[in-house]
């Protein structure tokens, strides 16, 4: 299994001297529910190393960027990236129309969660998925079984919830006459669970505030042949993040809970809420 980070801090360069394999950086303007966004020189510049480079394309397209999306497309396929995570359809229609050479990774947030959907995918040129993060270990191996796909597993991070397009913390700190923070924790009055909402200039996104943390899975999953682990920084410092790149690699699973918390998720418990 080779491992992907997603980094929060400004200098993501700095994690080229890490043992990652590469990064997964979400494109600005194009991309959503991340804490930083990353230009197409941003890109080109992380592309200059060895280390494996992913983008993502997640946002709902509108008519009107179109014409830019796929002008990024063709700088992407330029820039050889080796691969992009994508949400709206209009980018797989766009790389087929115009018979652009670029890996796509489907990224449907919560609906990849069977190897039908994926086969789907797969058999339209679209050679990976990003599982999601409300299924049970055995349903991941099970994919794992029924599909030649690549398949991409959140291993360590905060899961998004949910995301809206309208900017729900300006209106709330409106409506409560009180300065707007982009950043504040919430709790749901029922469950007492606690989530992270961030506003940006695409919207509102939700985002559980316990940190998921599969270490307990990670070598099953890394020997049933999953092929991409994702380790998201959050908000620990650079140094922690790289105790826990350590700890992956040479693989501590005593540290990284430490470091990580105990939260396994969905992984022996079916959500409700899952697309069958």
């Not at 480079?53 to 397209?61: L, P």
Request: glycine content about 6%; overall charge neutral; hydrophobic content about 35%.
């Amino acid at each position: 299994m080779k491992l992907l980070g997603v980094i929060r801090d400004n200098n993501y360069l700095e994690y080229l001297n890490t043992s990652l394999d590469g990064l997964i950086l979400p494109l600005e303007n194009f991309s959503v529910d991340y804490f930083n966004y990353y230009s197409i020189s941003d890109i080109r510049e992380y592309k200059k190393s060895n280390k494996l480079c992913f983008v993502v394309i997640n946002k709902m397209i509108f008519n009107n960027e179109l014409d830019d999306l796929l002008n990024i497309l063709k700088e992407l396929e330029n820039i050889k990236v080796d691969g992009v995570f994508f949400y709206d359809l209009a980018v797989l229609s766009l790389v087929k129309e115009n018979n652009l050479t670029i890996n796509l990774i489907y990224n449907g947030t919560h609906m990849v969660t069977n190897s039908d959907t994926i086969n789907l995918y797969y058999d339209l040129g679209v050679k990976g998925a990003y599982l999601s993060n409300e299924i049970t270990k055995d349903e991941v191996l099970n994919i794992r079984h029924n599909t030649k796909s690549d398949l991409f597993i959140l291993l360590l991070g905060n899961p998004v919830v949910a995301m809206s397009r309208r900017s729900l913390l300006t209106s709330y700190f409106a409506n409560k006459n009180k300065a707007k923070e982009d950043l504040i924790t919430i709790k749901e009055p029922k469950s007492g669970q606690e989530f992270l909402v961030k506003e940006d200039s695409n919207g509102t996104t939700f985002f559980y505030n316990k940190r998921l943390n599969l270490s307990n899975v990670y070598k099953e999953l890394k020997d049933s042949g999953v092929n991409y682990g994702i380790i998201e920084q959050g908000g620990f410092s650079s140094n922690q993040y790289k105790e826990l790149i350590k700890a992956f690699v040479n693989f501590n699973k005593t540290k990284i809970d430490e470091l990580a918390g105990h939260n396994r998720g969905f992984l022996y418990r079916e959500t409700i809420y899952k697309v069958k």
